[in-house]
Every structure is written in C-alpha cells, then in structure tokens.
C-alpha cells in the first residue's frame, strides 16, 4: 500500500481527502502544519507528499525546501491561490506539481500516480546520490555533474540498470565491445573499472572474489 503524507491545516478538506484516499488504497498520514509534517516525512517513508502552501504555523514552501534536501520523494502543493508567482516558487523549489483548490479529488490522484510513476523511472537510473539521466547523458553525484568517457558512462549504466546483481567479467567485456565497436581487453576493463570507481566512489562498485562485480547503495 503506498504512504502518502498529507499537511493540510484545513481539518474538514484533510478528513475528507484522507478518507477519499483511503477508500481508493492510499494509506494516509495526515499534519496539520509546517513542524509535524517534518517530523513526520522524517519518521517515515512516503510515496508522496501532499502539501498545503499556507500553513498556521510556517509555510508549505519551507517544508518542500526541508524534503529536498533529504528526498526525490513527489510532491504535489495544494493551494488556494492561483498567482503565478506562487506557482513559479513551488516548481522552483522541486515540487512535481501544483494543484488549485478547488480541484476535482479523482484528478488529484491521477496526478499523484503519474508523479510517482516519474519518480519510480527516476529511482531506476539511481545509485546511492549518483544519477544518470540517459536523455541528456549525464552523471551527477550529490548534484554535481561528473566527467565521465563514453565507456566509463556505459559501464555505470550497466551497473546502474542491474544495481545488487551479480556481473562477471565477460558480460562488462561484452557490454564495453558492443558500446565501443571495438575488442576491450580483460586488462582495459580493469583500468575502466578502476577509473570509475575514483569518480564514483570506491564503494559503490564491490568485487565478488572469483566471479566478478556488483553494484551496491554504498
């Protein structure tokens, strides 16, 4: 059952999306303001988080702020008012979308799983902070983007797409050749695979001992 966190202050529109949430297989935790729903996104683990913009005791904007730092985890605002400049903040911010009140509950949870099913084609490029977007062919870690050669990005996004699975030597060789069109050695991938693990960090690709590489959530 998917975890969504909801911080409404409004208590009538967050009983009435709770249940409606609830009775369409959501599982709803719900606060009130800006300093339980912190607390809250911290204790747990959520697939998304709805968020009000005003809140009694801060704003819906600190609160998004506070979740990126920590999470990729969708987050849709809830909002009363339709000022672009609002709009702009929460986009700004990382939000995954905006949606003003009043709005249509069945279009909400529309919403809310196509931003989750974003989140979840993200995740699978994803390894520990690195992130590989394939569309624009590049590799951050933490944020900053890192300079990898072509073949060192083929080898990471063959680690990336088969994360916590055994890989041998001869299947990374293949994968390299077919990449480059050209023979890679035994010894090349082991130079290429030393290389990427100084810009990626050693701890990410782990040897099995005689049989050959896996990539871990270090």
């Known amino acids: 059952m998917q975890q969504i966190l909801l911080v409404e202050d409004d208590p009538e529109l967050a009983k009435y999306l709770t ?30 988080v709805l968020l009000d913009v005003s809140l009694k005791d801060g704003s819906g904007f600190s609160v998004c702020g506070a979740i990126r730092q920590e999470s990729d985890v969708p987050v849709l605002f809830l909002t009363a008012s339709a000022d672009e400049a609002c709009t702009v903040t ?9 949606i003003s009140k009043p709005f249509r509950p069945r279009e909400l949870v529309a919403r809310m799983k196509n931003a ?7 995740s699978a490029l994803r390894l ?13 870690r933490g944020g900053a983007e890192l300079q ?31 990449a480059s ?19 990626i960090g050693e701890d990410v690709i782990v040897t099995v001992r005689g049989m050959g590489y896996k990539a871990v959530d270090p």
């Open 148 to 178: 990898l050669s072509a073949l060192e990005y083929r080898l990471l996004l063959v680690f990336i797409t088969n994360k916590e699975q055994l890989l041998t030597r001869d299947r990374l060789i293949d994968e390299l050749w077919s």
């Open 19 to 48: 249940d409606f949430l609830s009775e369409e297989g959501f599982s709803v935790t719900h606060a009130s303001g800006q300093t339980d729903g912190l607390r809250a996104f911290r204790a747990h683990a959520f697939d998304c």
């Open 116 to 122: 989750m099913r974003r989140q979840r084609k993200m």
């Open 128 to 140: 520990g902070t690195l992130r590989l977007d394939p569309e624009r062919g590049t590799v951050t």
């Open 90 to 98: 929460g986009f700004e911010l990382g939000a995954d979308d905006y």
């Open 181 to 199: 069109g050209e023979f890679v050695s035994d010894n090349t991938l082991t130079v290429y695979i030393k290389r990427l693990r100084e810009k």
